[in-house]
């Protein structure tokens, strides 16, 4: 039986002009994609003036913080800074709603997400092999507001992530890859697997919406 294979490719730390660039050639390609920005610090501020454009481009903006801090270790001002603002600055640039929210290192708590969901439609952390706040790297079987990707692949181990997540899935299968600042190959080498494993492309906030 063929699986029912869902993708988002997303990228975090966004600036100018990389993903920009990135989402003009994932735009061409007919390729959605989720970009998470940091709204205060520069230089990955300095994207906000492009946000808008790439949300023209059929992409999601999501939101990385205001100053990409890990969110348990702040105060509760700070915290809610991080959350509430950095969405309406975006919301402001970009003239519609901010869906998700993407943890600042992947790390969260109990009050972080019981925040994130007071704004946010989805929050998205992260996997490494040494943060461990992902369940499952099948998204399918996550909550909306821990929702994991699988962070800086490169195209072997990519792989070997794909065909061990394979071996182990049920036939619904869903994945949200993360970038940062990989070259435009990879992405695309990232992309073709997908698309070999018949996957459909989809922003993150699209995968979300499926979910609890």
């Not at 869902?6 to 989720?34: M, N």
């Not at 920005?37 to 023209?56: D, G």
């Not at 999501?62 to 309406?88: C, I, P, W």
């Amino acid at each position: 039986m063929k699986r029912d294979i869902k993708v988002a490719v997303s990228f975090d730390d966004c600036v100018i002009p990389y993903h920009y660039q990135i989402a003009r050639e994932l735009f061409k390609l007919g390729i959605p994609a989720t970009f998470y920005i940091i709204t205060h610090k520069p230089p990955w501020s300095n994207v906000l003036k492009y946000a808008r454009k790439i949300t023209t481009m059929k992409h999601e903006v999501g939101s990385h913080g205001a100053y990409h801090v890990d969110l348990t270790r702040v105060d509760d001002n700070e915290l809610l800074f991080e959350v509430e603002e950095s969405k309406r600055v975006l919301e402001e640039v970009i003239g519609q709603e901010v869906a998700g929210f993407a943890y600042p290192y992947g790390p969260y708590n109990s009050k972080v997400i019981s925040l994130v969901s007071r704004f946010y439609k989805y929050g998205r952390t992260i996997y490494r092999r040494s943060i461990r706040t992902c369940n499952s790297a099948n998204v399918a079987k996550n909550n909306k507001y821990a929702i994991c990707g699988l962070c800086n692949p490169s195209p072997r181990p990519m792989l070997e992530v794909l065909r061990e997540i394979l071996d182990g899935a049920d036939d619904e299968l869903r994945l949200v890859w993360v970038f940062h600042f990989e070259p435009l190959w990879e992405i695309l080498m990232a992309i073709k697997v997908f698309k070999s494993l018949g996957a459909e492309l989809l922003c993150v906030k699209d995968i979300a919406a499926e979910l609890r």
